[in-house]
């Protein structure tokens, strides 16, 4: 039986790696997460592909506070491009194949169509640097490394966006959200599904892939969607990024271009709308 280690698996990708686990069946998963070894510490892996015959190694470990990059920058450094550097090598030298997830904020948000792989890159924030920094060192260590750039991650579990959204329209009768950043949702779940049949087809092919659910919306628009799904009656209120100033620089469109993930593995991505449902209908259970 193939094994399938996954990293950062206590985490909101992670763990819906876990939830796969039925699913995907034929595979055996072995699940990993800060507490279980440090993957900055390239002895520890290496002890874990050692006694493991792993295939492949699904990368979900990262730092992704945007904002508390910019203080700890160390921090984010060592699990975002320290430790994807190490896994890399040990994927290279035990034979493993490295998928290992980066971000829209690789980019400026100065364009105004999705972003294709083939666009050049250049981080507007700390974070988007590290991620960066990142897919080169994963790369460098193992050039048959497979990257896939996400955006605007949420899931029903972990923290994030919706789940925010979520409990502030129930305590509070308005909320301001910034309408002038646009992007594309991504339900972590589609997500997994979508690297798991890609390695169910039996296609891996190293390289820089996008992966997000359809659709390009601003931060408002999700915003009102979610209120309309939840029968919310607090008031959202669009307002500029200039009314809302964060440490780090947003970019202001992000947006990603999945053609290629597309074409290359025969994926079907749902609707943002659709994967949103979803995800609220799971968690209203």
Same mark, same amino acid.
Request: hydrophobic content about 40%.
């Given at each position: 039986?193939?094994?399938?280690?996954?990293?950062?698996?206590?985490?909101?990708?992670?763990?819906?790696?876990?939830?796969?686990?039925?699913?995907?069946?034929?595979?055996?998963?072995?699940?990993?997460?800060?507490?279980?070894?440090?993957?900055?510490?390239?002895?520890?892996?290496?002890?874990?592909?050692?006694?493991?015959?792993?295939?492949?190694?699904?990368?979900? #470990?990262?730092?992704?506070?945007?904002?508390?990059?910019?203080? =700890?920058?160390?921090?984010?450094?060592?699990?975002?491009?320290?430790?994807?550097?190490?896994?890399?090598?040990?994927?290279?030298?035990?034979?493993?194949?490295?998928?290992?997830?980066?971000?829209?904020?690789?980019?400026?948000?100065?364009?105004?169509?999705?972003?294709? =792989?083939?666009?050049?890159?250049?981080?507007?924030?700390?974070?988007? =640097?590290?991620?960066?920094?990142?897919?080169? #060192?994963?790369?460098?260590? &193992?050039?048959?490394?497979?990257?896939?750039?996400?955006?605007?991650?949420?899931?029903?579990?972990?923290?994030?966006?919706?789940?925010?959204?979520?409990?502030?329209?129930?305590?509070?009768?308005?909320?301001?959200?910034?309408? &002038?950043?646009?992007?594309?949702?991504?339900?972590?779940?589609?997500?997994? &599904?979508?690297?798991?049949?890609?390695?169910?087809?039996?296609?891996?092919?190293?390289?820089?892939?996008?992966?997000?659910?359809?659709?390009?919306?601003?931060?408002?628009?999700?915003?009102?969607?979610?209120?309309?799904?939840?029968?919310?009656?607090?008031?959202?209120?669009?307002?500029?990024? =200039? #009314?809302?100033?964060?440490?780090?620089?947003?970019?202001?469109?992000?947006?990603? &271009?999945?053609?290629?993930?597309?074409?290359?593995?025969?994926?079907?991505?749902?609707?943002?709308?659709?994967?949103?449902?979803?995800?609220?209908?799971?968690?209203?259970?």
């Amino acid at each position: 039986m193939m094994s399938i280690l996954v990293t950062g698996a206590n985490g909101q990708l992670g763990r819906e790696f876990r939830d796969l686990r039925e699913k995907y069946s034929g595979y055996h998963f072995i699940y990993a997460s800060r507490e279980d070894v440090s993957i900055a510490d390239e002895a520890a892996v290496e002890d874990l592909f050692q006694n493991n015959v792993i295939s492949f190694c699904i990368n979900c #470990a990262a730092y992704t506070a945007v904002d508390k990059a910019e203080a =700890e920058q160390d921090i984010a450094l060592q699990v975002n491009e320290t430790s994807v550097a190490v896994l890399a090598r040990v994927c290279k030298k035990y034979n493993a194949r490295l998928i290992h997830f980066s971000t829209d904020y690789v980019f400026d948000g100065e364009g105004d169509r999705p972003y294709t =792989e083939k666009d050049k890159t250049h981080p507007v924030n700390f974070y988007g =640097e590290t991620k960066l920094a990142g897919e080169k #060192a994963a790369l460098e260590g &193992d050039p048959q490394t497979m990257i896939i750039r996400t955006s605007w991650v949420y899931s029903m579990h972990g923290k994030n966006f919706v789940k925010t959204m979520m409990r502030l329209m129930c305590e509070k009768e308005s909320i301001a959200v910034v309408s &002038d950043q646009v992007g594309s949702p991504t339900n972590a779940a589609d997500l997994a &599904d979508a690297v798991m049949t890609i390695i169910s087809k039996g296609k891996f092919s190293p390289g820089i892939y996008h992966y997000c659910n359809e659709g390009v919306i601003s931060w408002f628009e999700f915003a009102q969607k979610i209120k309309t799904l939840i029968d919310s009656k607090c008031i959202v209120n669009a307002i500029p990024t =200039e #009314a809302y100033p964060t440490p780090a620089k947003r970019p202001h469109y992000s947006a990603l &271009d999945t053609s290629k993930i597309k074409q290359q593995f025969g994926i079907v991505i749902p609707a943002w709308e659709k994967s949103l449902e979803r995800c609220i209908s799971m968690m209203l259970l």
